[in-house]
């Protein structure tokens, strides 16, 4: 059951994907609703599996051709994971940091402004002019800590 949050996730990505000239299909529907309701950044392989329970005969390329559109389209990010590198997570509106629980999975966004003009003194440092930055942060959250204790 979808919250109101994912509800209005998907309406953004509908309207979005929509209005740049791509057909919102069942399919397509399955893949967003997987990907707005989720708390972690997923690969297109679980992507994939969690959809084949909604809609068996969905294909691996829709999965892939979905995840690719709404990255260009900046609904998602593409997020660097310690043991694979291709997950995907919901895009924020404006820039913004990603925090990962190495246990678990579970991801939050945080602001993190105060780093920008840090960021573009580095750059200029070495003679670049810094175009975007990435900044993910890994750690354990609330709950795999209090599991490690209680282990």
């Known amino acids: 059951m979808r919250n109101h949050k994912s509800k209005k996730i998907m309406q953004e990505w509908e309207d979005r994907l929509s209005d740049h000239g791509y057909r919102v299909t069942s399919p397509r529907r399955v893949i967003l609703d997987i990907l707005a309701e989720s708390c972690r950044p997923l690969t297109p392989l679980e992507v994939y599996d969690r959809a084949r329970e909604k809609s068996p005969k969905i294909g691996l390329v829709t999965i892939y051709r979905t995840i690719e559109k709404m990255e260009e389209l900046h609904l998602i990010d593409r997020v660097h994971d310690h043991s694979q590198c291709q997950t995907v997570f919901r895009a924020t509106h404006g820039h913004q940091h990603l925090l990962i629980c190495s246990d678990c ?47």
């Open 105 to 151: 999975g579970l991801s939050a966004y945080f602001d993190g402004l105060e780093m920008e003009d840090q960021f573009e003194g580095i750059g200029q440092s070495y003679g670049f002019q810094v175009t975007g930055h990435w900044l993910q942060l890994n750690g354990v959250c609330p709950d795999c800590q209090k599991q490690s204790r209680n282990a």
